[in-house]
């Protein structure tokens, strides 16, 4: 699966905020949203001074961008009680089999709860961990971009000691 424009469409009129992950600069930083063009014939997202293609947020090598997003765990009491839910459970379960009204949904959007699972399929970060996700980002693409330079190397590799 990979992330798509009806993926981010519901969060955009809230100020989604991205995490950028950049393995050759080895930082990270938390990026807003500020347009969105579909004239193209494809769909580009100008987050920060970047534009960048929704098909390439989490397929590029060395900048990945992930939408920040609350676990439906995240939901409280209150939301359930307010909402007419005898549990949160049950809230959930309304959530997850497409039966809550769509005014409720709306505030699922406005505080940015992952409805549709994307954190646990890797095309979003949890918003509680952001800089422990960030820095695994950052090594792991390190690892495969060094496996990829030293696959691509003329020169055979020496073992050491």
Not at 3 to 25: I, R, V
Not at 57 to 63: F, G, M
Not at 105 to 127: C, H, N, P, R, Y
Request: charged share 30%; proline share 4%; aromatic share 12%.
């Amino acid at each position: 699966m990979k992330l798509e424009p009806k993926h981010l469409l519901p969060y955009f009129p809230y100020g989604l905020e991205f995490l950028c992950t950049d393995s050759y600069l080895d930082e990270s930083d938390v990026l807003s949203w500020t347009a969105f063009d579909s004239t193209g014939g494809g769909f580009e997202l100008r987050i920060s001074n970047i534009f960048i293609e929704i098909d390439d947020l989490t397929s590029n090598k060395e900048e990945k961008y992930y939408p920040i997003l609350k676990p439906l765990s995240d939901i409280t009491e209150h939301h359930a009680k307010v909402w007419g839910y005898s549990s949160v459970e049950k809230l959930i379960k309304a959530i997850r089999e497409k039966e809550l009204p769509y005014h409720y949904m709306e505030e699922l959007f406005e505080e940015f709860f992952d409805f549709q699972d994307l954190i646990s399929k890797g095309l979003a970060v949890d918003i509680k961990d952001i800089s422990n996700i960030a820095q695994t980002i950052i090594n792991s693409v390190k690892v495969e971009l060094d496996f990829i330079k030293l696959t691509d190397s003329k020169e055979k590799p020496t073992m050491i000691g």
